[in-house]
């Protein structure tokens, strides 16, 4: 591991195979007739056989675990609160599994977080240009319809409109911010997310400031098996900070400007 973190700081000279009689437990000692495993290097293996690579291997592995372990703790319900009375417990208490079950309109505070962090990601996807991650935000299916009625049709498409989108110098410096903000769970695995939008840092053909643009936005999200994600995405304009829009963002977000 530490060959993969900071490969300088190891001297594989220094590596030998030490591998002695095992005691149980194992305890090792430096000391011939020392009570345990004798180990005159300390360590007990074959770090001769240690790669960056296996390192790496070791380190993604415990990240992937750590990663998991954050999303499933996320998404999870806050504990129950049961009576300390048994007989109110009885009538008023968890189900037999332990847990109150989650009424229809109603979000866990896991739910919450992780649909919000939605709104969240779309924007780190945004700033650091990542076509691929900011689609896969979206179901397979989900779709994004812009004011003027057009419609990007699944992942697929929205993905390839904003790898366009990216590739123009109007939008090299562009931050698109959604902040959502009011969250209502029509049923254990879709919601309703209402929030704002901001897309700033444009430029015109000129390569001049064009006025940030804001509005509102409603998300329609599912969850299947993997988390959440945006089966619809729609969106209002501002019209009292930019009456008539730039011809450039008559469609805000996909490219192709006024075509």
């Known amino acids: 591991m530490m060959l993969a973190i900071d490969p300088d700081s190891v001297d594989m000279s220094r590596a030998v195979r030490d591998v002695g009689a095992i005691t149980h437990p194992l305890q090792l000692t430096r000391q011939p007739a020392g009570q345990?495993?004798?180990?005159?290097?300390?360590?007990?293996?074959?770090?001769?056989?240690a790669t960056k690579q296996?390192?790496?291997?070791?380190?993604?592995?415990?990240?992937?675990?750590?990663?998991?372990?954050?999303?499933?703790?996320?998404?999870?319900?806050l504990p129950a609160v049961t009576s300390p009375n048994p007989a109110s417990a009885a009538n008023t208490g968890p189900t037999a599994a332990g847990i109150v079950p989650q009424s229809a309109g109603t979000c866990s505070p896991g739910d919450e977080r992780t649909i919000?962090?939605?709104?969240?990601?779309?924007?780190?996807f945004w700033t650091n240009q990542d076509a691929i991650g900011l689609a896969k935000l979206w179901s397979v299916?989900?779709?994004?319809?812009?004011?003027?009625?057009?419609?990007?049709?699944?992942?697929?498409?929205?993905e390839q409109n904003r790898r366009l989108l990216f590739a123009q110098r109007t939008y090299r410096n562009s931050r698109h911010?959604?902040?959502?903000?009011?969250?209502?769970?029509?049923?254990?695995?879709?919601?309703?997310a209402d929030g704002r939008w901001q897309l700033r840092g444009l430029t015109d053909a000129n390569n001049q400031p064009v006025p940030p643009l804001d509005g509102l936005c409603?998300?329609?999200?599912?969850?299947?098996?993997?988390?959440?994600?945006?089966?619809?995405?729609?969106?209002?304009?501002?019209?009292?900070?930019?009456?008539?829009?730039?011809?450039?963002l008559k469609r805000p977000g996909y490219p192709g400007g006024d075509r």
């Open 54 to 77: 296996k390192g790496q291997i070791v380190l993604d592995a415990l990240t992937a675990t750590i990663q998991s372990d954050l999303r499933d703790l996320q998404s999870a319900s």
């Open 36 to 49: 345990g495993t004798f180990s005159a290097s300390g360590t007990w293996g074959d770090p001769t056989l």
């Open 141 to 158: 299916g989900g779709d994004f319809v812009h004011p003027d009625d057009l419609i990007e049709p699944g992942r697929v498409i929205i």
């Open 116 to 124: 919000r962090q939605i709104g969240d990601a779309f924007t780190a």
């Open 218 to 248: 409603t998300l329609v999200v599912k969850r299947d098996g993997s988390g959440w994600f945006i089966e619809a995405y729609r969106y209002t304009i501002n019209a009292t900070k930019a009456a008539v829009p730039p011809a450039l």
């Open 177 to 192: 911010l959604v902040r959502l903000m009011r969250i209502r769970c029509l049923s254990a695995d879709i919601a309703v």
